[in-house]
Structures are given as C-alpha cells and as structure tokens.
C-alpha cells in the first residue's frame, strides 16, 4: 500500500488554511444560529376589518427589534381608517411615531394630537369621523392591533387570532 504524501510544502500550506478556513466558517455559523442575529428591521402590513362598527383598518409598520428582545421600542406607521359597507364615514388617518405618539387626520374635518393610553380617545376620534353605532370590544382590539403592529411581528395578530376583527391580510417583509 502506498501512503499518501504531499510534497510541495506550499500545497500543504493550502489544504491546511482551507480546512482552518472552513472550520472557522462553521463556527461562526453555529455562533450565528446559536446566538440569533443582533437585530433585525421589520415592516408590517396588515389589514383587519370591525364588521359591527363598520370600518376596515389598515396598518403599515415598521421598526427595528433590538437583540435580545421580542418585540420593538422603536417603530413608526400609519393607520387608515375606512368606511366598509354602507357606513356614512369619513376616513381617517392616524400617523404612529412609536406606541404613545399619534396624530390623527379625518378627512375634510379635523387634525390634531390622538391620546394613546387606552381605547378611549380611538372610540372618540371613530365616533368623531362619523363611525357608530361602536362596539366596545372592536375598538379595544383595534387599539391593540394598532400598538401590535408597532411592536414587530410577534406582537401582530394574525389569522386566528383575533377575537372580534376579521384578519384580511397580514404581510411582513
């Protein structure tokens, strides 16, 4: 039998830094997979729609979710507010700069600042823009929809999940 021998001393050097390269590859991988990425970004879009109250709501958010946590403090969207049926309402549009920042816009009629501490001020500004009759128990889950979508995909409520809003779409890029 013949053993197996290089030589040429810079063929040595090469099989022997491609295996040293390939073995510190895997290691950072395994590192990676282990450890997860240290962030990531996150847009969100979705759409849900009150069939009692009679609006459709669509949601575009994004932000960055920072390593080691769940969910984002750092987010900005929109909410659009429409009309579905034959619902006599105007739009409107609440601009999100995190989860307590809102201005709202309802078309043709006012602007100005949104409370974000309940669902309280949400109720007020649909009622204002012509919504009603309301149900409770649709605005307080829209209130979370909007602040989930804000807090990146784990916080988003998607088919399934929603207890008194129909889940029309929900994507994530």
Not at 75 to 95: C, H, K, L, W
Not at 139 to 146: D, G, M, N, P
Request: proline fraction near 5%; glycine fraction near 14%.
């Amino acid at each position: 039998m013949r053993k197996l021998a290089i030589s040429r001393p810079w063929l040595w050097f090469a099989v022997t830094g491609a295996i040293t390269l390939c073995l510190i590859f895997l290691g950072l991988g395994v590192a990676h997979f282990i450890l997860g990425s240290p962030e990531y970004d996150f847009v969100t879009e979705a759409v849900y729609e009150a069939p009692v109250s009679g609006y459709r709501i669509e949601i575009h958010g994004r932000g960055v979710v920072r390593s080691g946590r769940d969910l984002s403090d750092e987010s900005s969207g929109t909410a659009t507010i429409g009309p579905i049926g034959t619902v006599p309402a105007r739009p409107v549009q609440i601009r999100l700069a995190g989860i307590h920042n809102a201005e709202f816009t309802i078309e043709g009629l006012a602007s100005g600042r949104l409370n974000r501490s309940g669902s309280g001020p949400l109720a007020e500004l649909l009622g204002s823009a012509g919504y009603g009759p309301l149900s409770e128990a649709e605005v307080r889950e829209t209130h979370a929809l909007i602040i989930g979508v804000l807090a990146g995909p784990k916080g988003t409520t998607v088919e399934g999940q929603s207890k008194h809003l129909r889940v029309v779409s929900v994507r994530f890029r």
